[in-house]
């Protein structure tokens, strides 16, 4: 009897499991991504720059990018309540930015749908002398987000 029942339950599920497979596929719906990558990268015509990212737990100190093409990347995997959130200080010799460079999305999907890449998330921050650009990685393209507040 009780292997009947296990029967009956296994099927159950699996048939459960097919049909929200292809309900997903009908409104092409992306399972939530779990594991981001950030990464920053100078891209700046002058010399130096620093950047300090941190979160409610967890400060990842202060990184120099000296040189332009150097860069700096962290991974993190989102909490269960999915409330991660990093916001970073950037400082070069001439202005500064604050900015979050990851945030939760509950009712959006903008930073998500540009970080995408397959089952991960990369996000790719790049600061550029006019401001700081996120990588749209499905359109393969730089777009501007956050102006300099120049202090010269």
Not at 20 to 30: G, Q
Not at 50 to 72: F, I
Request: hydrophobic share 40%.
């Amino acid at each position: 009897m009780i292997r009947i029942v296990a029967a009956l339950l296994l099927v159950t599920v699996s048939l459960v499991g097919a049909h929200l497979e292809v309900e997903f596929e009908k409104i092409n719906i992306k399972p939530p991504l779990s594991r981001y990558y950030i990464h920053f990268v100078n891209d700046l015509s002058i010399l130096g720059m620093m950047v300090h990212c941190q979160s409610k737990d967890d400060d990842l100190g202060v990184h120099h990018l000296l040189n332009r093409g150097d860069n700096y990347q962290f991974n993190f995997r989102v909490n269960f309540w999915r409330t991660t959130l990093f916001w970073c200080d950037v400082d070069r010799p001439d202005a500064h930015v604050s900015f979050q460079c990851f945030w939760p999305e509950k009712r959006s999907t903008w930073l998500r749908d540009r970080c995408r890449d397959g089952n991960v998330g990369t996000c790719i921050w790049k600061f550029k002398d006019d401001g700081v650009y996120l990588r749209n990685n499905a359109a393969n393209t730089d777009e501007l987000v956050h102006k300099w507040t120049f202090t010269r």
